[in-house]
């Protein structure tokens, strides 16, 4: 590995850990972006000195969030991982898979769950909570909005 890949990968699995990830994780993601073809689990296991069992965990994660794609080539039982080069395309693909899988229904669900317990005799902490859920729904419908904007914004970035 020349000097420039690790430097690169150490300093941006250090800004994914301090994001949330763990180190495993932030330097799988960045090995296999910087890799410009696929990588088998034994060779991502070789770069990073874990064991096979702990590459698979972690791939099992990372391509569960949609950030690697599992890959399978005919004649060998090996499974190997890539990940997309285009952070516009990435991006836009998680944001697009958070809007359909958790902002939508949740803008959906909220209303409704709202007025059905509307006028419902409830204890004081009862009424703090529905608060906290109306308040929810009101931050959420807001975050719908931009991330409409943001993905008519992220459109015209991948033309």
């Known amino acids: 590995m020349h000097a420039f890949e690790k430097e690169f990968i ?5 800004v994914g850990k301090n994001a949330g990830m763990d180190p495993l994780a932030s330097k799988l993601f960045m090995i296999l972006f910087l890799e410009p073809t696929e990588l088998s689990m034994e060779d991502l296991a070789e770069r990073t000195g874990y064991s096979l069992a702990s ?14 794609k599992k890959i399978r080539k005919p004649g060998t039982k090996k499974v ?7 952070m516009i395309k990435t991006f836009s693909e998680i944001m697009e898979s958070t ?5 939508k229904p ?21 009424r703090q909570k529905m608060e906290i859920i109306k308040r929810y ?15 008519k914004e992220f459109s015209c970035l991948e033309c």
């Open 55 to 68: 590459i698979h965990n972690k791939m099992k994660l990372l391509e569960k969030v949609g950030h690697v």
């Open 99 to 103: 809007y359909h899988l958790r902002i």
């Open 137 to 151: 729904n009101s931050q959420l419908s807001k975050v719908e909005k931009v991330m409409e904007k943001l993905h």
């Open 106 to 126: 949740t803008v959906a669900f909220l209303p409704q769950l709202i007025e059905k317990y509307r006028g419902a005799k409830l204890t004081d902490v009862e």
């Open 80 to 86: 190997f991982y890539f990940m997309e080069k285009d």
């Open 10 to 14: 150490d300093f941006e699995a250090e």
